[in-house]
C-alpha cells in the first residue's frame, strides 16, 4: 500500500490537477518542479501562488503537502533548439511533431523525479502526461511511461510507480475530476492561478483562465472549459 507520493508539479492546470488527486489520496505529498530555461517564467512562478492557496483554502490536505523542490536544468536548453526554450515562432517540423518538443524531455524529468523519490523515502512519482489530448509527444505515452517505471525500479532497484491519473482523460473530463476532488473552490483556484499559455500572457482573466487565447495550449485549455461548463 503506497502512502507517499511526489508530484511532477508544473504550475499548470494538469500537474495541478494531479496534485489535488494525489493530496486526495495519500498522506505525504511532496512536489517538484523544473526550471530548464523556459522562454517564460510565469509558469515557474505562479507555483508558489498554487501551492499557498491549495494550503489555505484546503485544511484536509494542508498537513499533507510537504516540500516543494525546484531543480534547475540548464542542461535542456543546450541540447535543444525548441520554442519553448528559444525565442522561435511555434510550427510543425519534420515528421509532424511541434517544434514546441523537446526531446527527451520528460525522460529526464522522470530521472530527476526518481532520484528524489529515491532520496525522499517516496513510492510514487505522479505526472500530468496524457495520450488524450495528444500534442504527438513520444514521451507522454502510455507506453514511455511503462518503460521509464521499469527503467527506473531496476536502475535504483526499488519498486516505483509511476501514476498517469490523467492519461486518458480529456481536458473537459480534466476540469470535472478537479471539481470532484475539491469542488467549485479548487475550479476556482485552477482558473485563477495555474498558467498553461505557451506565450506568457497574463493580462486578461478569461472563463478559462489567463491566456492569450490564440496558442495551442490555451486552445485546447479553453476548448476543454467549453465541454466541461458547457
Ligand atoms: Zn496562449
Not at 523542490?69 to 542542461?75: I, K, P
Not at 523537446?102 to 505526472?127: E, H
Not at 475539491?182 to 498558467?195: D, F, W, Y
Amino acid at each position: 500500500m503506497h502512502t507517499s507520493a511526489l508530484v511532477l508539479f508544473s504550475g499548470g492546470q494538469d500537474s495541478t490537477t494531479c496534485l489535488a488527486d494525489a493530496l486526495s489520496r495519500y498522506e505525504r505529498v511532496e512536489t517538484l518542479g523544473f526550471d530548464y530555461g523556459q522562454r517564460h517564467r510565469v509558469e515557474l512562478d505562479v507555483r508558489g501562488a498554487v501551492l499557498e492557496r491549495l494550503r489555505r483554502e484546503f485544511p484536509e490536505w494542508a498537513p499533507r503537502l510537504g516540500d516543494d523542490h525546484l531543480l534547475t536544468l540548464d542542461v535542456l536548453a543546450q541540447v535543444s533548439e525548441s520554442s519553448l526554450t528559444q525565442d522561435i515562432a511555434f510550427a510543425m517540423q519534420e515528421g509532424g511533431l511541434p517544434n514546441t518538443f523537446v526531446p527527451g524531455r520528460n525522460l529526464l524529468f522522470l530521472t530527476l523525479a526518481g532520484a528524489l523519490a529515491y532520496r525522499r523515502g517516496l513510492d510514487v512519482i505522479v505526472t500530468g502526461v496524457c495520450e488524450t489530448d495528444y500534442s504527438g509527444y513520444p514521451d507522454c505515452r502510455d507506453d514511455t511511461m511503462k518503460a521509464m517505471q521499469l527503467a527506473l525500479s531496476l536502475g535504483m532497484d526499488r519498486r516505483l510507480v509511476i501514476e498517469t491519473p490523467l492519461m486518458w482523460i480529456d481536458k473537459a473530463d480534466t476540469w470535472a475530476m478537479a471539481e470532484r476532488l475539491g469542488g467549485q473552490a479548487l475550479v476556482r483556484l485552477i482558473v485563477e492561478e495555474t498558467h498553461t499559455c505557451y506565450v506568457g500572457e497574463r493580462g486578461q482573466l478569461h472563463d478559462w483562465g489567463y491566456g492569450c487565447g490564440r496558442c495551442p495550449a490555451c486552445e485546447l485549455r479553453r476548448r476543454g472549459w467549453e465541454g466541461y461548463a458547457g
